[in-house]
C-alpha cells in the first residue's frame, strides 16, 4: 500500500511539471497570410533572442506568410528571455496587480519548495505602413528545461502548427 501511495505522489509531481505554456495574444495572426515578414532586430539582442525570431519567422512562414520581400508589411520584435524562480509576467504594468493582470502569476512561497525558474517569448507583430501593433503572442513556463527547448515549446504554444503543417 506504501508503495502505491509512493507512485501515486510521483505521479501527481510529474503531471504538474508538465502543464503546457500560458499563451496571451492579441489580434490575429491571420493578417500575415501571403505577406512578407521580416525580422526587426538590434544589434542588443542577445543570441537566444535572434535564434527565436528565426523560429518565429519559420513559423509564421509555415502559417502561410509570405517569402521576404525588400519591403515587408510586417516587422516582428522578438524577445526570449530567461525567468528567476517566483517572477511572474504582467499583461499591463500600468494597471493594478490584481488577479486579472497576470499572463505568468509569480508561483506561491511553499514549504521546501522553491519554485522554479521558467522562460517567456514575446512576440509583437507590427504593421510596416503604420507601426502599430498588428498581432501579439506572449507565452510563458515554469519548467527545468534548456532554452532551446523550451523556446520551442513555447513558440509552438504561442503559434500552434497548421493542420498538416510543422
Known amino acids: 500500500m506504501h508503495r502505491l501511495s509512493l507512485i501515486f505522489a510521483c505521479g501527481l509531481v510529474l503531471a504538474g511539471c508538465a502543464s503546457p505554456p500560458l499563451v496571451v495574444r492579441g489580434g490575429s495572426v491571420d493578417v500575415v497570410h501571403g505577406k512578407p515578414v521580416a525580422l526587426l532586430a538590434s544589434p542588443a539582442d542577445s543570441a537566444e533572442a535572434s535564434h527565436a525570431g528565426a523560429l518565429v519567422v519559420e513559423r509564421l512562414r509555415g502559417l502561410g506568410a509570405g ?50 525558474a521558467g522562460y517567456a517569448l514575446t512576440v509583437v507583430g507590427l504593421d ?4 502599430l501593433p498588428a498581432f501579439s503572442a506572449t507565452a510563458t513556463e515554469h519548467r527545468r528545461s534548456t532554452p532551446d527547448a523550451a523556446m520551442q515549446r513555447l513558440v ?7 493542420v498538416g503543417g510543422s
Do not use: C, E, I
Request: hydrophobic share 40%.
Open 67 to 116: 517569402p521576404a520581400g525588400a519591403s515587408p508589411s510586417y516587422l516582428l520584435q522578438v524577445g526570449f528571455s530567461a525567468l528567476p524562480a517566483k517572477v511572474g509576467v504582467t499583461r499591463d504594468m500600468t494597471a493594478p496587480h490584481g488577479p486579472d493582470n497576470w499572463t505568468s502569476a509569480p508561483a506561491k512561497a511553499r514549504p521546501l519548495m522553491p519554485g522554479r
Open 128 to 131: 510596416a505602413a503604420t507601426g
Open 156 to 162: 509552438n504554444a504561442a503559434f500552434p502548427p497548421a
